[in-house]
């Protein structure tokens, strides 16, 4: 096997990526733009998107890495917006995308339309995230897409199944489809639970931060598979587990939630590059499988399909959005009103992604009597298209819509004061919890390092607050820069010394490993103490 074509995507991807955040264009956009144009560059090799490849390799550790940094508490607080979205609208887009499709699509059958919708219903969890960062949407706003985009690829592979069933002549009945649909989904959730407590034993009890991080690696892996081996949904699996650990997380050790957060930064990095340049790549092999379709013809085709995509999703979001508050009282008191560009934010988030693209490479190409499969090729085009379409239209013009709309940004200064005032907090139970161990004469000091861990601590206390003072005059540095700049500067002072020494071979390489490690992390608590974040 050649890996060159491999390290090049990836390598490629990543520089793309990188520059991306130099431009005010959101790196979705343009690693597909980049796909686009490389797709028919000379010597590029071909890049086709298997669904064996993307749905077990490529979406578990996708889903892991999204649902690992959510909040389980808000999406438990939201669930009644995130199920419409991810169960609801993913049904009702399957069904009246298709419809449509069937009525604008000139001898596109019922069953291939219908096969067309449950391919383009679901929004992508990856775009979702990397817009929805890039633009800052309100909270609740990010929240609802996140946790829609999480779980609405089960729904959207399990409707799937089914309506493809009817399209390959196995006729599968809505009873049997109705089954499918409950085994996935409680399968799913019930694999997620039965593997969710013991994994995360195994994270507590691993005494080795590298076996701990491998074990990590694994998980989304683990989940995904053990649930599709019963026939249950793998995504719901990894996101239940995922949901768990991520709000367990502070039980694990330090040195394991460091290492960790940095590998599957750099994860989620590379597959998230790769994935948007992969979409692009696409172009000409969906155009070679147009068949007797003509270009021209299949564009207009396009535009309409993705024109319903858009209307269907509103027809959805606004009536699901208000009915439940009109109908429920006990809804009105607990989430209060809803603003009016909520809706409208929600339903214009509606870009999709790769797993749709997979999805539709899975279509078989021929039905159950050997016949092919009617209109194969335009429902992978009309796939390609649309979620191209979502990216660039919706994607491009969000921020934008963002900024008209004036949409209440996160209040940074009353974020520092609760974070301020819970560290306070924190801080006065450690001093006592402190003072409580030194009177144990087991636990005595010099008085020196005594010292050292209260202004340690009261260094902590005071670094959040020190954020919502006034700027240095001459500088514009705040303290916290001012404080971070200058541990920076003497650690790289004494960097410099231990590498002179290591040159004069008054100490060997390993000690010089071991000397610029604990200047590392001294420098990150330095980072973090000022920083205020505190891990």
């Known amino acids: 096997?050649?890996?060159?074509?491999?390290?090049?995507?990836?390598?490629?991807?990543?520089?793309?990526?990188?520059?991306?955040?130099?431009?005010?264009?959101?790196?979705?956009?343009?690693?597909?733009?980049?796909?686009?144009?490389?797709?028919?560059?000379?010597?590029?090799?071909?890049?086709?998107?298997?669904?064996?490849?993307?749905?077990?390799?490529?979406?578990?550790?996708?889903?892991?890495?999204?649902?690992?940094?959510?909040?389980?508490?808000?999406?438990?607080?939201?669930?009644?917006?995130?199920?419409?979205?991810?169960?609801?609208?993913?049904?009702?887009?399957?069904?009246?995308?298709?419809?449509?499709?069937?009525?604008?699509?000139?001898?596109?059958?019922?069953?291939?339309?219908?096969?067309?919708?449950?391919?383009?219903?679901p929004p992508d969890a990856?775009?979702?995230?990397?817009?929805?960062?890039?633009?800052?949407?309100?909270?609740?706003?990010?929240?609802?897409?996140?946790?829609?985009?999480?779980?609405?690829?089960?729904?959207?592979?399990?409707?799937?199944?089914?309506?493809?069933?009817?399209?390959?002549?196995?006729?599968?009945?809505?009873?049997?489809?109705?089954?499918?649909?409950?085994?996935?989904?409680?399968?799913?959730?019930?694999?997620?639970?039965?593997?969710?407590?013991?994994?995360?034993?195994?994270?507590?009890?691993?005494?080795e931060a590298l076996l701990q991080n491998t074990l990590s690696l694994l998980i989304p892996f683990v989940a995904y598979a053990a649930a599709e081996r019963v026939h249950a949904s793998g995504v719901l699996a990894v996101v239940v587990v995922a949901l768990y650990l991520g709000h367990?997380?502070?039980?694990?050790?330090?040195?394991?939630?460091?290492q960790e957060a940095a590998v599957w930064k750099m994860v989620a990095f590379v597959l998230e590059s790769a994935v948007f340049a992969l979409i692009g790549?696409?172009?000409?092999?969906?155009?070679?499988?147009?068949?007797?379709?003509?270009?021209?013809?299949a564009v207009q085709y396009a535009v309409l399909v993705f024109v319903a995509v858009v209307v269907v999703r509103f027809l959805w979001v606004y009536p699901a959005s208000y009915l439940p508050l009109w109908l429920s009282r006990r809804i009105r008191e607990r989430e209060g009103p809803l603003p009016p560009t909520s809706p409208l934010i929600v339903g214009w988030a509606?870009?999709?992604?790769?797993?749709?693209?997979?999805?539709?490479?899975?279509?078989?190409?021929?039905?159950?009597?050997?016949?092919d499969f009617p209109a194969r090729s335009l429902v992978l085009f009309l796939t390609f298209t649309t979620v191209i379409g979502t990216l660039v239209v919706q994607g491009l013009s969000l921020p934008l819509l963002v900024r008209v709309l004036k949409l209440p940004g996160r209040d940074e200064r009353a974020e520092t004061l609760a974070e301020a005032q819970a560290q306070s907090e924190a801080s006065t139970v450690a001093d006592a919890r402190l003072d409580a161990l030194l009177a144990d004469p087991r636990n005595a000091l010099p008085d020196p390092l005594t010292e050292r861990l209260r202004t340690v601590m009261e260094r902590r206390r005071n670094a959040v607050w020190e954020r919502l003072g006034r700027p240095n005059p001459v500088t514009g540095e705040s303290a916290d820069d001012t404080y971070r700049r200058l541990a920076r500067e003497m650690i790289a002072a004494e960097r410099e010394?231990?590498?002179?020494?290591?040159?004069?071979?008054?100490?060997?390489?390993?000690?010089?490993?071991?000397?610029?490690?604990?200047?590392?992390?001294?420098?990150?608590?330095?980072?973090?103490?000022?920083?205020?974040?505190?891990?």
């Open 1 to 121: 096997m050649d890996a060159l074509p491999l390290v090049a995507l990836v390598a490629a991807s990543a520089a793309v990526a990188g520059a991306a955040r130099r431009t005010p264009v959101p790196a979705p956009l343009l690693l597909v733009a980049a796909g686009l144009l490389a797709s028919y560059l000379p010597g590029v090799p071909s890049y086709t998107l298997d669904a064996h490849v993307v749905l077990p390799l490529l979406l578990p550790p996708l889903l892991y890495t999204a649902a690992v940094d959510s909040s389980y508490l808000d999406l438990r607080a939201n669930l009644r917006p995130v199920a419409l979205l991810s169960v609801g609208y993913v049904l009702f887009a399957t069904f009246a995308v298709g419809w449509l499709a069937y009525l604008l699509v000139p001898d596109l059958p019922l069953t291939a339309a219908l096969v067309l919708g449950a391919v383009i219903a």
């Open 126 to 207: 990856v775009t979702a995230a990397a817009i929805a960062r890039r633009v800052g949407l309100p909270a609740r706003v990010t929240t609802i897409l996140q946790g829609e985009s999480l779980v609405n690829d089960a729904t959207a592979i399990t409707a799937f199944k089914v309506v493809l069933a009817a399209a390959v002549g196995e006729g599968m009945g809505w009873g049997e489809g109705i089954g499918e649909f409950l085994l996935a989904s409680v399968g799913g959730v019930g694999v997620g639970l039965l593997l969710m407590v013991p994994l995360h034993w195994l994270r507590t009890h691993l005494r």
């Open 248 to 258: 367990r997380s502070w039980q694990v050790d330090f040195a394991t939630r460091l």
């Open 281 to 297: 790549l696409q172009l000409p092999f969906v155009l070679r499988e147009l068949g007797t379709y003509s270009v021209l013809e």
């Open 350 to 371: 509606g870009m999709r992604g790769v797993v749709s693209l997979a999805i539709a490479f899975s279509i078989p190409v021929v039905t159950h009597d050997g016949a």
């Open 497 to 535: 010394v231990f590498v002179r020494l290591r040159d004069e071979r008054r100490i060997d390489d390993e000690m010089l490993r071991a000397l610029l490690r604990r200047l590392d992390l001294e420098e990150a608590a330095a980072y973090r103490e000022s920083d205020g974040s505190g891990g």
